[in-house]
């Protein structure tokens, strides 16, 4: 199984500023994801990224407001920027386990609060 | 990709079987219906996957209908540390589309 950690674990910011959350993996991988989970609510898929490549969008969300890098195969940055009150929520990562078929393995969350 | 319906929520008995029903009547041939569950204040973790034929793991076992429609979690004996809310996804690509889930209590 994968390993796979965030930082920061939790932060509250001011409207109007950026956060960027990383994700780190112990081994390398192809496809990692972010979600996000907002207060009491499922988890919604954000965007896929791969290495080398620019990250895929889902409907509702785009890259100025949520830009992803992927520098390598082992990290992976996502920023939430000129935050609102309704971007609080639980941020996380996940990565695809290559043996698959499709299992993916999540990263414990960042919780972020803006007021 | 299909949807889901699950129930909202369950009770169960410590040390008792337990049974979570989803409802995937959308689902195609090439889909795969997969588990999570997610335990207070941690992200998901893998419970067990499946196409066609049931699946048995550690951690539980899956029925699935025999036209597809629907699939059963099974876990065999209910502890404390199994009170999670648990996903039933279904979809034939490594995106997942998380449904409601069913948040599962567990009595002692």
């Known amino acids: 199984s994968a390993v796979i950690s965030q930082k920061p674990s939790r932060d509250i910011c001011q409207r109007g500023t950026s956060l960027t959350i990383q994700c780190q993996v112990d081994?390398?991988?192809?496809?990692m994801f972010w979600y996000r989970q907002q207060p009491g609510q499922s988890l919604t898929l954000i965007a896929t990224?791969?290495?080398?490549?620019?990250?895929?969008?889902e409907s509702g969300f785009v890259i100025d407001k949520f830009p992803i890098s992927r520098p390598n195969l082992t990290f992976s940055t996502l920023t939430v920027s000129n935050m609102s009150p309704e971007d609080s929520s639980i941020y996380l990562c996940?990565?695809?386990?290559?043996?698959?078929?499709?299992?993916?393995?999540f990263g414990p969350g960042t919780r972020l609060t803006v007021t | 990709d299909a949807k889901t319906t699950q129930p909202n929520s369950m009770e169960s008995n410590e040390e008792e079987p337990v049974h979570l029903p989803c409802n995937h009547s959308?689902?195609?041939?090439?889909?795969?219906i997969h588990w999570y569950r997610q335990l207070p204040s941690q992200g998901p973790e893998y419970v067990i996957h499946?196409?066609?034929s049931n699946v048995n793991n550690r951690m539980a076992s899956l029925a699935i209908a025999e036209d597809r429609k629907s699939s059963t979690l099974i876990l065999h004996r209910a502890t404390l540390r199994d009170a999670a809310v648990y996903y039933c996804?279904?979809?034939?690509?490594?995106?997942?589309?998380f449904g409601s889930g069913t948040k599962l209590n567990v009595k002692p």
């Open positions: 996940s990565v695809e386990w290559d043996r698959g078929p499709y299992e993916q393995y």
């Open positions: 081994s390398q991988v192809t496809m």
């Open positions: 990224a791969n290495q080398g490549s620019e990250a895929t969008y």
């Open positions: 959308t689902i195609s041939g090439t889909d795969y």
């Open positions: 499946g196409l066609t």
């Open positions: 996804i279904v979809g034939n690509f490594n995106k997942f589309y």
